[in-house]
């Protein structure tokens, strides 16, 4: 009786000790299958935005975006920021710069000589912040410096795929920049009273 007791009792424990074992795969293989949904229709989304038929992704960034979803509109930004179609990067450049509080002018230093160097290191530098202030969607202009509105000379203003930048303060700052296929927002900057222009790019913070 007692043996009989014992091996009983050893049977309990070995399924007590599996069951949550099991559970646990169980878990697994449904979360594996949750990321495996998800992630497929994230893909579908994403061929959508950069698909041929530029109507429809259109639609498809605009009920992203509108969608409130944090995950869904940086999926929606990124992705249409190298959309085929220029119209829907356009799109994309508008919000990227919105939801954004700072980008940053980073200067190709590779061709500059020693001057051009020294010259760029005594004005703003080859690695600029500027922190963007109030955004008018209107007129798709972003102040770099506070005011109630559109603040001219100091603001980024977009236009399509293209970004026009002014500070008049001070040494003073003018750029152009345009967003490629790429998804990349490259151009130039000039510096007001030396008129030097150094090749530059805008990378979202």
């Known amino acids: 009786m007692k043996n009989m007791i014992k091996h009983s009792s050893v049977a309990i424990v070995a399924?007590?000790?599996?069951?949550?074992?099991?559970?646990?795969?169980a878990d697994i293989d449904a979360l594996l299958s949750r990321i495996d949904t998800r992630s497929g229709q994230y893909q579908q989304l994403i061929e959508i935005l950069q698909g041929?038929?530029?109507?429809?992704?259109?639609?498809?960034?605009?009920?992203?975006?509108e969608s409130g979803d944090a995950t869904l509109i940086e999926v929606a930004i990124n992705s249409a920021l190298s959309?085929?179609?220029?119209?829907?990067?356009?799109?994309?450049?508008?919000?990227?710069?919105?939801?954004?509080?700072?980008?940053?002018?980073?200067?190709?230093?590779?061709?500059?000589?020693?001057?051009?160097?020294?010259?760029?290191?005594?004005?703003?530098?080859?690695l600029q912040t500027w922190t963007l202030r109030e955004k008018f969607p209107d007129t798709q202009c972003i102040n770099v410096d506070a005011s109630s509105e559109c603040y001219p000379g100091r603001n980024l203003s977009v236009s399509g795929?293209?970004?026009?930048?002014?500070?008049?303060?001070?040494?003073?700052?003018?750029?152009q920049f345009a967003l490629d296929e790429t998804g990349a927002l490259a151009g130039q900057i000039m510096r007001f009273n030396t008129k030097s222009v150094f090749p530059a790019r805008i990378e979202f913070r």
């Open 161 to 175: 795929i293209r970004v026009d930048m002014v500070f008049n303060y001070g040494d003073g700052l003018s750029g």
């Open 83 to 126: 959309a085929t179609d220029s119209r829907i990067r356009a799109r994309a450049l508008w919000e990227a710069l919105a939801r954004k509080d700072s980008v940053s002018v980073i200067v190709d230093t590779t061709d500059l000589d020693t001057e051009e160097k020294s010259n760029l290191n005594d004005w703003f530098g080859p």
């Open 15 to 25: 399924v007590a000790l599996s069951v949550p074992a099991q559970a646990q795969i």
């Open 52 to 65: 041929a038929d530029a109507n429809r992704a259109l639609a498809a960034f605009d009920v992203m975006v």
